[in-house]
């Protein structure tokens, strides 16, 4: 395997990736602004509607909180336990529209057949587009929690005069990230012979990744704590979960599936 | 020097299609063309050459390796598609060295040759704009420059003059010519008997995944082209009543007289009886075009 075949093919794909503004924009416009516009919300939340909040919806944390600590109290709540993994959706969903196109759009765009006619082999192939999709997600997505938590961090200093981030549940969400956007690349390898083009394959795999994004939405309703224990089980089934399914997706992918 | 290209009954199937039929073919070193309608499998057989397809069964060796399995013997290939297979959203520049770079050439290296070509097939203008901005015969210009990147030895066109105007689709048959003389192998797949008739070379047919013929250009018009017409183009119109003198069926627009007719001939010989007629009855030809058959025509061997 040569290194350097690795490295042009993630270079074009990235290069693909952004050549428009008009493919790129969304795809990380949006997550960075939800991570600039969710914590100014989340303060402006915290500081009104605190207390109305945590006495219909009964969040322990909150609940449990001085009168004076409540609008605190749910500004760390929101803080980890809903932006928190709402940021952690963010990798998924980049990884599998950058893969999907990565891998579907040589089929749809008939590009493959002069990839393939070169001396690139299997899986000189694989990693460079794998590299190409995973590399984005998960540098967009570690930008966003910077962003999210500075923000969070500055309204929390300006209002009560404390941080509140990082905490050790929010740190190993972040670590929690390039596991969370592998799989759905591997999800559009095993797929990718099926496929005929790229909203095939971006419908399929959104299909796919759904199970993925339970955990956020378990959190969000209060059906899940991010407790450190259970962060680190997370990351620890993600980890095994990424490994078989890469594997069998290399396993699985021929250089046909990108042509025929 | 061995053969570039050995194959021995090579059967590929899609499902319950069968795209080749127990296809044997060893290549000469030069042009090759390979003549067939549209769903004989030309692009498939080529496909099977560079190790694109994996065979069904039978068996593919190029240089003695087997394409499908070693990446490494590609380097020796280059294909040019039907379809440009560039990238659109990158420049002409980068287009050509990623390519390049997979074949490990570097970016000086690269930017010569690829400049060379350009500049003889007057595109070296679009270096550096997108592929989407340009029109489909630049970017089928981009796509042979391409293919010709690794100067490879096996070179393998898939109806490489398909949307280049006349000077351009003149200038890549120059150079295949040229190319072919200088000990490299050359696979043509052509549906166009118009390409064929510009080449003297090995000529293979191909109909419904078979080899039917393995002949010469030159064969086709003496042998397996049994009838065919030219439009005689005439530079003050004609009297119907003479061409009928003449003895050739024809058809024309008009009852009384002609400035052009279609005439059916049995072989390129009538070509020069026919005008030699026209002309002693006070015609004034003013040209002749080649009406090309259908090229499912030649491959039944009618």
């Known amino acids: 395997m040569k290194l350097n075949k690795v490295y042009q093919v993630t270079w074009k794909d990235i290069k693909e990736t952004f050549s428009s503004i008009l493919i790129f924009g969304p795809m990380f416009g949006i997550p960075l602004a939800f991570a600039v516009i969710l914590p100014v919300l989340s303060l402006y939340i915290a500081v009104h509607e605190a207390p109305s909040i945590a006495a219909a919806i009964k969040i322990p944390n909150i609940s449990a909180a001085l009168p004076a600590f409540k609008s605190i109290a749910f500004m760390d709540y929101f803080s980890i336990n809903i932006l928190g993994p709402i940021t952690m959706t963010m990798p998924i969903i980049t990884s599998a529209v950058i893969a999907a196109d990565s891998f579907a759009g040589e089929k749809e765009r008939k590009t493959a057949e002069s990839l393939l006619s070169t001396p690139l082999s299997k899986t000189e192939l694989l990693l460079g587009k794998i590299f190409a999709s995973f590399l984005p997600a998960v540098i967009m997505a570690v930008i966003a929690f910077a962003l999210y938590g500075s923000i969070v961090n500055y309204l929390s200093f300006q209002q009560f005069h404390l941080f509140i981030l990082p905490t050790l549940p929010w740190l190993l969400m972040l670590a929690a990230v390039p596991f969370l956007a592998l799989a759905p690349i591997s999800i559009v390898v095993l797929i990718s012979s099926h496929v005929k083009g790229v909203k095939e394959a971006q419908q399929l795999t959104s299909l796919l990744v759904l199970p993925l994004l339970v955990l956020p939405f378990a959190s969000l309703l209060g059906l899940a704590s991010l407790s450190v224990s259970f962060m680190l089980y997370l990351i620890l089934f993600l980890a095994i979960f990424d490994f078989v399914l890469f594997y069998v997706s290399l396993a699985v992918f021929h250089r046909e599936s990108l042509i025929s | ?302």
Not at chain 2, 95 to 117: A, C, P, Q, T, V
Not at chain 2, 258 to 281: C, E, H, P, Q, R
């Open chain 2, 1 to 302: 020097m061995e053969n570039a290209i050995s194959v021995k009954n090579l059967y590929k199937k899609f499902g319950k299609t069968v795209a080749l039929d127990n296809i044997s073919f060893t290549s000469k070193e030069g042009v090759n063309i390979i003549l067939g309608p549209n769903g004989a499998g030309k692009s498939t057989f080529l496909r099977c050459i560079i190790g694109l397809y994996k065979p069904s069964s039978g068996s593919v060796l190029v240089y003695g390796k087997r394409p499908y399995f070693d990446d490494e013997i590609r380097n020796k290939m280059a294909l040019l598609s039907d379809n440009y297979a560039l990238y659109d959203f990158l420049t002409v520049k980068q287009n050509l060295r990623f390519f390049g770079n997979l074949y490990k050439l570097g970016d000086s290296e690269i930017y010569k040759k690829s400049k060379k070509i350009l500049k003889e097939m007057d595109a070296l203008k679009f270096f550096d704009r997108k592929v989407v901005e340009l029109s489909r015969g630049t970017k089928q210009k981009i796509a042979f420059c391409r293919a010709m990147l690794n100067d490879p030895d096996l070179l393998l066109l898939d109806e490489p003059t398909a949307f280049l105007d006349a000077s351009s689709s003149e200038w890549i048959r120059n150079f295949i010519l040229d190319y072919g003389r200088k000990k490299k192998t050359i696979l043509f797949v052509t549906q166009k008997l118009d390409e064929v008739s510009r080449f003297n070379s090995r000529l293979i047919i191909m109909r419904d995944g078979r080899i039917v013929e393995d002949t010469t250009t030159y064969n086709i018009y003496n042998e397996i082209m049994k009838s065919s017409s030219i439009l005689v183009r005439f530079a003050r119109p004609v009297a119907i009543s003479m061409l009928k003198r003449i003895g050739y069926k024809f058809d024309s627009m008009e009852s009384k007289e002609v400035s052009s007719a279609k005439f059916y001939i049995n072989s390129y010989k009538d070509v020069n009886l026919l005008i030699g007629k026209l002309i002693k009855n006070k015609a004034f030809v003013l040209g002749v075009d080649y009406i090309e058959p259908l090229v499912e025509r030649i491959s039944k061997g009618g």
